[in-house]
């Protein structure tokens, strides 16, 4: 059932032209939502900030339609190399399982280059309207829309919207005009970021200097592009302050002459940890650095900015188009916030090991390092980033059952053979970009239980047999290649999946217990009445 809507000048505002709101705009124009973007700068911005883009949000751009317009802005990445306190290699971070999301681990780019991408494909959507030099300066929450005030050089105006989604930064108009806090603590160590050119690094990774005299990061980038980040001390700069060209030509000297003209940008900054205390006020949302900011260590900032959007637009989406019941939203930040507090906290305290200035400390973390490098267990801790911490909802749009591990975590998307349209392609192709019901060697007999499912969320059917054989029944399936499908999806043998379009797993049960689990997911759909011992595969709408 579709719902009656209210009179609004557009579905969605996005408060903020940077990369999480871009991201934002454009899966929600895939997804056909009219959208309007406000953004008080004139234009993109001009400052390199994020620097490294992972696996996972290279997805989601996959998802929205535009990653192939984003690769070429890209160093397909293998990840960061990490220095002891004498410059010698410890060991290098690719991350577990290469190319499991379908796209190389952590890659390096120019934050100018990436919004000037996604501004074009999103300026390019019919139902999206990009607004530059529109400042938001308050909001009105309704019950069914809010009121946008815009104010712009030829005067004041109001946008209508039934949600409102603010990605506008660290200093969030979103957040601050509607008062909500946040909690955590800033950083007192300054820190000087420069962008170079013409530079002689051609490394595919970054790398991570723990030399306590002078803790240090450098990441190559396209075109003989390079940034460094130095720790400065007492003395050397501040933040109200740019940088001193002949401090900056001094630091990189150990890797490169340096002339003023291959400068492209430099900055002395603190960084900052904390957490917004509500992530939803009323109609309007906060992502990326309206809702979380950390330091950059791990290079999660602008990745858990893109995981927010991953997360909520989706089911935006949804409920406006009648199929999630709009009391879903609140998910959103039950699924995300713990997370996000996560990463801060592993950012914190890679920080702190990684970068210290004791020498002491730096002598006893090599050690460590050296020391578990020496045994598997440390060895894959260390090199597949096991230390980062792992996406599992526990709580939100998940019905844990019987297999709990299983459910509220991210699948990859493995080469499939597609009996569809007897083609090769990779998972998330085949199953599109909304929901689906997936059997893992399920009996034919076992669908018709399902079927109410299958139309509540309008999700895609396909089954996957673990052995190697045809699939009987009929009904489309999807094909091992390389392995990487049975991989997969062996855990979930002899039961159904059901995949959120964000690819985490909803829930996974088998046929005998889909009477216990329909209830629980058509909750969450509107105007569903699941009977209190629900017969299977019946289902009633108000």
Request: charged share 20%.
């Amino acid at each position: 059932m579709t719902p009656i809507k209210p009179h609004c000048d557009v579905e969605v505002v996005v408060c903020g032209a940077g990369p999480v709101g871009l991201t934002a705009a454009a899966l929600l124009a895939a997804r056909g939502i009219e959208v309007v973007v406000l953004e008080q700068n004139d234009s993109t911005s001009d400052e390199p900030k994020a620097i490294s883009i992972d696996d996972e949000a290279l997805r989601v751009f996959q998802q929205a339609g535009i990653v192939d317009q984003i690769m070429p802005v890209l160093v397909p990445g293998t990840g960061t190399r990490y220095y002891d306190g004498a410059g010698t290699p410890l060991f290098h971070a690719k991350g577990p399982q290469p190319f499991r999301l379908g796209f190389p681990f952590k890659n390096p780019f120019a934050q100018p280059d990436l919004e000037r991408v996604l501004a074009d494909a999103v300026t390019r959507a019919p139902n999206v309207s990009v607004r530059f030099g529109n400042r938001v300066s308050g909001f009105d929450q309704h019950p069914d829309h809010v009121s946008v005030h815009v104010q712009t050089a030829t005067g004041a105006s109001t946008v209508t919207a039934r949600y409102v989604l603010g990605c506008d930064g660290g200093r969030s108009a979103t957040r601050l005009l509607q008062g909500i806090d946040m909690s955590g603590r800033s950083h007192d160590q300054v820190w000087l970021v420069a962008d170079t050119v013409e530079d002689p690094h051609t490394e595919r990774f970054a790398m991570h200097h723990g030399d306590p005299d002078r803790p240090h990061v450098i990441v190559p980038g396209l075109n003989g592009r390079c940034r460094y980040e130095f720790r400065l001390f007492d003395g050397e700069g501040d933040p109200q302050q740019p940088p001193d060209f002949e401090l900056i030509r001094k630091l990189v000297s150990r890797y490169r002459v340096l002339e003023p003209h291959q400068v492209e940008r430099a900055v002395n900054y603190r960084f900052n940890a904390v957490v917004a205390d509500e992530w939803m006020i009323g109609r309007s949302f906060l992502l990326g650095d309206a809702a979380h900011m950390m330091p950059p260590f791990a290079g999660q900032g602008l990745n858990s900015g893109i995981r927010d959007a991953a997360n909520l637009c989706w089911k935006i989406a949804d409920v406006l188009a009648g199929i999630l019941d709009a009391d879903v939203l609140a998910s959103y930040q039950r699924e995300r916030f713990p997370h996000a507090l996560a990463t801060v906290r592993m950012s914190e305290r890679l920080g702190r090991v990684v970068m210290t200035t004791s020498p002491s400390m730096a002598a006893r973390r090599d050690r460590r390092v050296a020391a578990a490098l020496a045994t598997e267990d440390g060895r894959v801790y260390l090199e597949q980033m096991r230390y980062r911490p792992p996406q599992h909802y526990i709580d939100g749009l998940v019905v844990p059952g019987d297999l709990p591990a299983y459910v509220g975590v991210p699948l990859g998307q493995p080469l499939v053979f597609d009996t569809a349209t007897h083609a090769v392609c990779r998972l998330d192709e085949a199953l599109g970009t909304g929901w689906s019901l997936i059997g893992i060697d399920v009996g034919d007999e076992h669908w018709q239980g399902v079927e109410s499912v299958l139309t509540a969320f309008d999700a895609t059917a396909a089954q996957i047999t673990l052995a190697d054989h045809m699939p009987g029944g009929g009904r489309r399936a999807l094909i091992d290649v390389d392995h990487a499908l049975i991989s997969e999806f062996i855990a979930y043998a002899g039961r159904f999946v059901l995949l959120r379009p964000d690819h985490f797993v909803a829930a996974a049960w088998t046929p005998d217990h889909t009477e216990d689990v329909i209830g629980g997911v058509l909750s969450w759909t509107p105007g569903v009445v699941v009977p209190a011992t629900p017969r299977q595969g019946v289902v009633s709408h108000g």
